[in-house]
């Protein structure tokens, strides 16, 4: 049984260092896809839509395979779980290197490096992590998402591989790093729960444990709502769930999946070089770092009063895509990607921490993970539409209408949940 001592240092920071650089070599290895996207265009010669299908795949693989990822880590623990995720995924990206049709692309990078990811991804670390950390939910979570923000800026890295090496020996680097980073970090460090090391969730004592339960249980506008054992099938009978599911393939399925998979083509398009594109777009993993880290102001002020002005900001930012049409104004798309990426960047963790305040309990992983599939409906279509539009119209003009639109329709639902008047947050959580 865990003492009443409160440890010199908490075994939860160790955790969640492990699943921040999870999401680092992870991520990576799909967040790249916007240098080796144009990479792969120019060699083959293959339509943007077609070509863009390969994330698609990817994605709607990632959401499918995501309930069951987050069921594993729920039966067997995440350690051997995100191991095992990671071998696969890295296996799958750096075969890509060999890849000479696109059916090749589709089954590698689409198929065996997305379920690898979804086994060493978002799902069952954002689980293991939700087991750490209770009163400090939003921090931790948006220090996994600043590891998010942080593969966003590897793609720096992997431009100038590709630029000295080529995209094959790139991809090979990308995979073999992910797999050599996280498999033995797992295997060496991970633990489940705070009770596997003798401690108390965010290191509390056992006094401060039972105090906070008390002070929990006593708060009327809260106690029917937390009190219940939250299993999929119940969860998925409160509108809350599906306006959470639908917020999500709108949020992570549309808006980020098309920032990811279609911003470096789109200042390449503008004139600038490969590099300089993919400079901009370090600057959108920066300032995503940063607006993840701001995200735990939501754990004072409430999830929604924090989301709907982000979101508000988030489609501003995205509006000034209309105006950059060449490089004459060089100053437009690091303030695009600045301002898009900081308001952006502090939404996804922020979500993130509501669903746990709504549903944690011992079948969070599945409810996390069909969440997860809600965001890969939507990442599926969005980076396959957005090439589509383009190689019909010629311009992302309508994508970029699409990625407002469903901004200001995220703030709209988030205002209808209110996950704090549900769950409160606030100091004494």
Known sequence: MPSGRRPRLFYGWVILAIGFITVVGGYACRNTFSVFYPAIVEEFGWARGNTALIFSINVLVYGLFAPFAGGLADRFGPRYVLAAGAIIMGLGVALCSVATEKWQFYLLYGVVASIGLSVAGWTPVVALV??????????????????????????????????????????????????????PLALLFVRTRPSDKGVYPDGITAEETARLATARDADASATTW???????????????????FF???LLMGIVEQIAIAHQVYFYRDAGYDALTAAGFYAIFGVSFVLGNLAGSISDRIGRERFIIPACFVCA????LLFVIRDTSQPWLPPVFAATFGMSFGSIPCVYYAAVADLFHGKHYGRILGTMVLGFALGGTLSPWLAGHLYDTSGSYTSTFALLVA???????LIRIVAPSKLSPVGRDR
């Open 226 to 244: 937390n009190r219940t054992e939250w299993t999929l099938g119940r969860a998925a009978r409160t509108y809350q769930f599906w306006l959470l």
């Open 247 to 249: 917020t999500a393939f």
């Open 130 to 183: 939700g087991n750490w950390f209770v009163r400090r939910r939003a921090l931790s979570m948006g220090l996994l998402g600043a590891g998010f923000g942080a593969s966003l800026m590897f793609s720096y890295v992997a431009q100038y591989l590709i630029s000295a090496f080529g995209w094959r020996t790139a991809y090979v680097f990308v995979g073999v790093f992910a797999a050599a980073t996280i498999a």
């Open 406 to 412: 469903s901004m200001l329709v995220t703030a709209v």
């Open 316 to 319: 501003a930012a995205a509006s």
